[in-house]
């Protein structure tokens, strides 16, 4: 599948099938037998009768499956694939030195990334997902063939070169600031001209940015206006470091708020904030700060629970990421069910003043939640850019009936890449019948 062409479409034409997406994070829309339209890569809307004015263009049935937006992954990082359920005996920092860096590492070999991030473009692309905010490495040269591939493939995505310049090993350090400045610099001018990948500016994380080097990135942010993405407040030990770190900052948000690299103007995603203290939730609420939220991750590296009901409440941006290889998979659907039951675990366990999350709150931040990161992404609703998939769950077999909205809630459970039978991005078809 890796380097399918994109198969060319007609500029008006409409999708026949059972039809679920949110309008609000309590509003899942479910239009059994019903048809999307797709005009030049913008949705027009659900309609359970196709207009008189819609009739003379293609209609493609999908017959008894579900058509669901694309999904969308805020947080994932396309250079630890290999290594997805390997070495999940750590909690973060051991776990990035001793498994993470050294698989990083191997991207300065551009004959390794190419095989390998072949994998990972063909996976996502049979994936249900069809945006992505994605790490790649340090490298400029294997992050730029990453973009390449995923230009090809259709998918929309944000991708990061990696910067960091302390605490990793000699091989995973830019040289200097100065060096890293130009570098990064170059591998935004070289991927300025993709139609579907964009950079996103990506320091690691405070840990492994000296406040130097985040100088330096703060004026290539400025110069070029790009959004940003990094992780905050994942780990305990982590934030207790860079209070050490950073003993003028704040709080750990902070430290990216400083150089003016924490949302407020334009998009910045961080993922996990577990433990994040009132002060920056106050800020992230302020910035309109995205928060990628990634249950799976958080619970391989025992990093804690999010308490995302509280986010909700609070009116925070939120999303859901996969954190491979903190994450096992690449399915958003793995990501919504244990979004759900981490919930019910911190209800039980942690604070039973915080209802657990249900399927329409997960279904909206698989879809619209992270969507928002990209505009007018993750829904149906006229507008919208026309990211559809399509899934047959007829391989899952029941003597009973059930409801569309029974055979949604049923493919988050048990759902992934086989049954994804079709996807659209932007009103491209990318993969399927
Ligand atoms: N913090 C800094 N780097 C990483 C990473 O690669 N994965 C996760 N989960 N957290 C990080
Ligand atoms: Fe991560």
């Known amino acids: 599948m890796g380097n399918q062409n994109i198969y060319n479409y007609e500029e008006k034409y409409s999708l026949k099938g059972n039809i679920c997406y949110s309008k609000t994070i309590t509003e899942l829309c479910i239009a059994p037998d019903s048809y999307v339209i797709c005009e030049n890569g913008i949705c027009l809307g ?9 009739r003379e263009f293609p209609c493609y049935d999908y017959k008894d499956s579900l058509i669901i937006p694309g999904l969308v992954d805020l947080h994932v990082h396309a250079p630890q694939y290999p290594f997805r359920g390997l070495g999940m005996d750590e909690e973060l920092i051991e776990w990035l030195n001793v498994h993470t860096f050294p698989e990083e590492a191997k ?64 091989n995973l350090r830019e040289r200097d600031v100065e060096s890293a400045g130009k570098d ?8 300025l001209g993709f139609q579907h990948v964009k950079p996103i500016l990506t320091p690691r994380f405070i840990p492994a940015c000296s406040d130097e080097l985040m100088r330096r990135l703060s004026d290539i942010q400025k110069k070029y206006e790009l959004p940003v993405q990094s992780h905050l407040s994942e780990n305990l030990g982590e934030i ?40 920056e939730i106050e800020v992230m609420k302020r910035n309109q700060v995205f928060i990628a939220h990634c249950p799976e991750s958080n619970a391989n590296l025992s990093s804690g629970i999010a308490p995302v009901r509280s986010y909700l409440e609070n009116g925070l941006q939120m999303g859901l990421g996969s ?30 003043s915080l209802a657990p999350l249900n399927i329409e709150e ?72």
Not at 337 to 343: G, P, R, W
Not at 364 to 390: H, I, M, P, T, W
């Open 107 to 170: 991207y300065a070999d551009i004959t390794y990334a190419e095989k390998a991030y072949d994998i990972f473009t063909g996976d996502l692309l049979g994936s249900a997902a069809t945006r992505a905010c994605i790490f790649g490495t340090i490298h400029r040269q294997a992050t730029l063939l990453l973009m390449e591939k995923l230009e090809r493939s259709g998918i929309k995505a944000y991708v990061g070169k990696v910067n960091m310049d302390r605490n990793s090993p000699e």
């Open 362 to 433: 997960v279904f909206y931040l698989a879809s619209k939640g992270g969507g928002a990161f990209f505009g007018k992404v993750g829904s149906f609703e006229r507008g919208y850019e026309f990211d559809a998939v399509v899934l047959d769950d007829s391989t899952l077999r029941h003597p009973q009936k059930l409801s569309v909205r029974e055979r949604l809630e049923r493919m988050i459970y048990l759902g992934d890449d086989r049954h994804v039978s079709a996807k659209y991005i932007g009103g491209r078809k990318v993969m399927g019948l």
């Open 46 to 54: 659900v309609y359970r009768e196709l207009p008189e004015s819609l």
């Open 323 to 352: 954190d491979v290889a903190g994450g096992t998979s690449l399915s958003m659907f793995h990501a919504m069910a244990m979004a759900v039951q981490c919930s019910k675990l911190r209800w039980r366990l942690v604070d039973s």
């Open 184 to 191: 990064t610099e170059k591998w935004i001018e070289q991927s």
């Open 240 to 279: 207790q470091w860079v209070r050490e770190l950073c003993p003028d900052a704040a709080f750990y948000g902070d430290a990216y708020d400083r150089y003016g690299m924490f949302g407020g103007g334009y998009p910045t995603v961080m993922a996990h904030c577990v433990h994040s203290e009132e002060a």
